[in-house]
């Protein structure tokens, strides 16, 4: 029986070609755009794949090797930055290569749509001599995770499947398939292969350049790399979504489409090259494939007319080409004077971060941020975050603050529940080895709530909602030596404030844990919603300054100015804003007696 044809996410594709690949365990870290494929494999039977998040990508890469060392198919994901994390193991697993079929699937983020840089996968493939297959849309996300092993298998590697953010979430129509069986092969006792000691390392680094070569004959003659046949007086080069925008912009042109980015089809280039009378290459963000090109002698135009930032759209496509003089017709643009509503980003009406940054406002601190949602306190009206670098650099940061010995305010590193479980802890233990005097506001809402609401090792739930063990951070917190700890509600502003004041006076490293759950998980949390009493209100701005989109002006006047309102419906009672109004005007929204 056929199954039918159906529109798919790119991540849910990437997940079911896992599935029908055979794989057996998948583990991760969520990352936007990533999040969904992990979620999407624990939609398939425990029995077939064995799924579950990771405390951080490392973690999860060393999990899909030791099912890889055990002779099962392993699969893991990530976010690019992510990679950053699990490059360690990355540079070593490439040299042993796998026993059981390794793919390593990475989203990237051209346009920097959730992330802190769009930084190029494609550089790491050539830094560990690894395959990158890049999809164009769903139907190839899926086979390219089925060919992924098969290549892996093959030439003995870890495979890298590349996708973006655009590709990640967009639905495009796919032929799901069936399950394969792969048959598990047990451990493969050989240690001059899996025990990376320079003596071994030695051995396989040959072993590498050797799958270099084979790879590039396999895919000079693999059906991944298409040629279109078109105009001979130029042709294009391009992998990925920008294959799809070529096509429509320039449905008569010779494209010759990658399957791959890394090892390249030389002879293939070098034949498509020849044929044409000009050649462009159309690949997001660096010039990978333009460089390769120049290092093999050939003439290539590429960044010239096409930006190393963002991601590209058939318009972006367009104008490069209307640059180039290929397209020649340009069309006028109309303008339609339409003024776009501002929409900043803000937290969650009545988030529990808004008053830890409250209050590290109030003590008037140097606040060292991190990766998370409460990230957005560095923008207006809290304004509360000095610094932001990657995921559990907020500890570190804030310890060579103190040692650097210029600073007058109070130094206090925020970080959240799952980020310090991802990468906080060994800073908190180098803060505590090396006597700073820092404050730490560890900011738990019990969910991984940047990515869509993830569970971790701190809610005690596993990716497929089983009860498991709760880490309790108190305990690892006085694990690292810390003397000073104490947990305080999120929404006590009062004793937050206190307690933030005590953790400062305190010599040496204090945490603070603030504690209260997401307002959206695992369903939106609502209380009895509050109003403003209009003619207490003095319009002082003392609410506003939460960032709560709850609250707003008044469009009309009252009594010579503008008073605060609050919206019933997006409002949830946590009563933030009452806490902080001087004039005691906001209270709970009075209901008619019937």
């Not at 055990?70 to 193991?89: I, P």
């Not at 404030?497 to 006076?505: G, K, Q």
Request: proline share 6%; with cysteine; aromatic share 6%.
């Amino acid at each position: 029986m056929n199954i039918k044809i159906r529109p798919m996410m790119g991540n849910e594709a990437i997940a079911q070609g896992a599935w029908e690949a055979g794989v057996q365990v998948a583990s991760a870290y969520p990352g936007t755009p990533s999040t969904e494929i992990l979620e999407n494999v624990a939609n398939y039977p425990e029995s077939d794949i064995k799924a579950q998040w990771a405390t951080n990508e490392k973690v999860a890469f060393d999990v899909a090797s030791g099912a890889s060392f055990a002779g099962v198919r392993s699969f893991v994901v990530m976010k690019h930055v992510g990679l950053n994390v699990a490059s360690d193991t990355l540079m070593s697993q490439t040299y042993i290569g796998i026993n059981g079929g390794m793919v390593i699937v990475v989203c990237d983020d051209p346009g920097i749509h959730s992330s802190q840089n769009e930084q190029d996968t494609r550089m790491y493939s050539r830094l560990a001599m690894v395959p990158t297959l890049e999809p164009s849309d769903a139907q190839e996300a899926l086979d390219f995770v089925k060919l992924g092993y098969e290549l892996s298998e093959e030439f003995d590697t870890p495979v890298i499947l590349r996708s973006t953010t655009r590709l990640s979430h967009t639905r495009s129509l796919v032929q799901p398939g069936k399950r394969t069986e792969a048959k598990p092969l047990g451990f493969l006792e050989d240690p001059k292969k899996n025990v990376m000691i320079p003596g071994h390392s030695r051995l396989r680094h040959p072993k590498l350049l050797e799958r270099e070569t084979k790879l590039k004959a396999y895919f000079d003659s693999s059906e991944i790399i298409r040629w279109d046949k078109g105009s001979t007086d130029y042709g294009v080069i391009t992998l990925g979504p920008p294959y799809t925008y070529v096509k429509e912009v320039l449905p008569e042109a010779s494209v010759l489409k990658l399957g791959a980015s890394y090892p390249l089809p030389e002879k293939r280039i070098r034949e498509f090259c020849e044929s044409v009378k000009q050649v462009f290459v159309v690949e997001e963000l660096e010039p990978i494939v333009e460089n390769e090109m120049r290092a093999m002698g050939l003439a290539v135009d590429g960044k010239k007319y096409f930006s190393r930032l963002g991601e590209f759209s058939p318009e972006t496509v367009r104008s490069g080409f209307e640059d180039a003089g290929i397209l020649k017709n340009k069309k006028k643009k109309v303008s339609l004077k339409i003024n776009p509503v501002v929409r900043p980003p803000v937290l969650c009406a009545g988030c529990s971060h808004m008053s830890s940054f409250m209050v590290a406002n109030a003590v008037d601190a140097r606040v060292a941020g991190d990766i998370g949602c409460y990230t957005l306190a560095a923008v207006e009206p809290l304004s509360a975050i000095d610094t932001t670098v990657a995921m559990g650099s907020s500890i570190a940061n804030a310890v060579g603050m103190d040692k650097a010995g210029t600073e007058t305010k109070p130094i206090i590193a925020t970080i959240g529940d799952s980020t310090f479980l991802h990468s906080g802890i060994p800073p908190l233990i180098d803060a505590v080895y090396n006597n700073a005097d820092i404050t730490v506001l560890l900011l738990d809402n019990k969910i991984t709530a940047m990515t869509g609401g993830q569970h971790h090792p701190g809610t005690g739930i596993t990716l497929r909602g089983e009860k498991t063990h709760k880490v309790d951070y108190e305990s690892i917190v006085r694990a690292t030596g810390v003397k000073w700890v104490k947990t305080v509600d999120s929404y006590d502003l009062g004793a937050l404030l206190r307690t933030v004041r005590e953790a400062i006076a305190f010599k040496g490293v204090a945490v603070v844990i603030s504690d209260r759950p997401c307002v959206l998980d695992p369903v939106r949390l609502r209380g009895e919603p509050l109003e403003v009493i209009a003619e207490s209100c003095t319009g002082c701005q003392a609410c506003m300054n939460l960032g709560c989109p709850a609250l707003s002006w008044s469009a009309e006047m009252f009594e010579g100015h503008h008073k605060i309102k609050i919206t019933a419906s997006s409002c949830i009672g946590c009563s933030l804003c009452a806490q902080v109004c001087p004039t005691d005007c906001i209270k709970p929204v009075m209901k008619m007696e019937s």
